[in-house]
């Protein structure tokens, strides 16, 4: 493999070990595991649909996106459901329910917060969203007492916040990268969170708010999602196929490890992940597919392929999966970009090793700031961190990218 040269930031020379191996699977031809039945849509155009968040009991989902449009889905039923009419304009990106369940937080465009109240369902904006200017939020996750909400932008902006009696109480957050912070999820067993951004890796946030950043640097992430349950990994993508297993030490999170798997073999994009069940996630991939990742197993597995959704609907197969719940073990709800949900349920298996993705390159990342100076290098230059956004960014982000180089070029 060849060694990585170590980088030099603030005079410091770091150390880098990143132990490399190799692993081969049996690559065999891969199907669908689940059928899909039910094709729901909330309307006949394309809503712009951003995203999904569920409630900590699992009864209900909220739904996101373009418009400041906001929709409450009975998570069992989503014929159950209604557009949360309010005013506002921007595209709403991220949003969290409080451990409680009383209310959720709703972040987008322009610096965006608004709240739900889950008593009536009303939505308004936050106190105190100056703290946010016109910076574009992209992604919010409360800690687990639900002390503290973290809201992370472009730019690499992150912020913890707070709504309290007195006010607002918001705090820009210290040894942040330079990139978007496109993913933010916490543990609900403890204060701590990881952060998933375009390049500059993936990071911790501990219990008294200190970032570090575990390794990952260069790869395009764009999700991360932490366990409900008693379970100390977490489980991240990038969009160039990669899948993370971040393995969190909650009493030293600063030396949490990293694996990174990749997947070559698979068609298409990464774009997001879900919990399905204990130790199992759902990965949902552009064009409209989803591979089950086993963190038990280190092994991913085909669940929907993109020919089985054009058959049974291509107007559904159309649009991009912006999150899945599930119903039960092996069965749940997708929903699209465009506003549908189609349900899932599994087929009957026949042989148990069928299908199993070929997973090539396992790289394990040792210790808590490797790789940060790369990480600070790229983080303060403005023109490099422009140019590897462009090269390596999901589709958004170099659009963002390309958006900003104009406005500056005028």
Known sequence: MGSRPSIMGR???????????????QNVGSESAVNLSSAIYLDEVDLGIEGIMSSPMGELVIGYGAESSIF????SNPLNNSKLDWGGKETFQDGDFHPGGRSALVVGDDGAVVR??????????VDGGFYFGQTELLSISWNGDGSWSYIGGESGLIWRARWIEE???????EGRGGSDVNSIDCFAQWNICLVATSFDGIGVITSDHEMHWLGGVGYPWVGVACPSINDDTCVAVSSDKNVALIEVNPYNPSVSEIGIVSLPDLEGQLNGLSFQSEGRSLISMTPFSMIEHSISLGNSYPWLENSDAIEFDSQMANG???GTWPTSENSGWAMTSFGGFVHFSPKEVTNDSEGILG?????????????LSLSAVASSSTKLSSWITKKIGNEEEKKRETRKSRKKSK
């Open 359 to 371: 997973i090539w390159v396992i790289i394990v990342v040792i210790g808590g700031a490797i790789l």
């Open 11 to 25: 005079s410091v020379a770091v150390a880098i070990l990143v132990p490399l191996i190799l692993v081969t699977a």
């Open 72 to 75: 409450a889905i009975d998570a």
């Open 116 to 125: 739900i109240s889950m008593s009536n369902f009303s939505v308004s904006r």
């Open 320 to 322: 991009r999966i912006i």
């Open 167 to 173: 006010g607002a109480e918001v705090h820009q957050m």
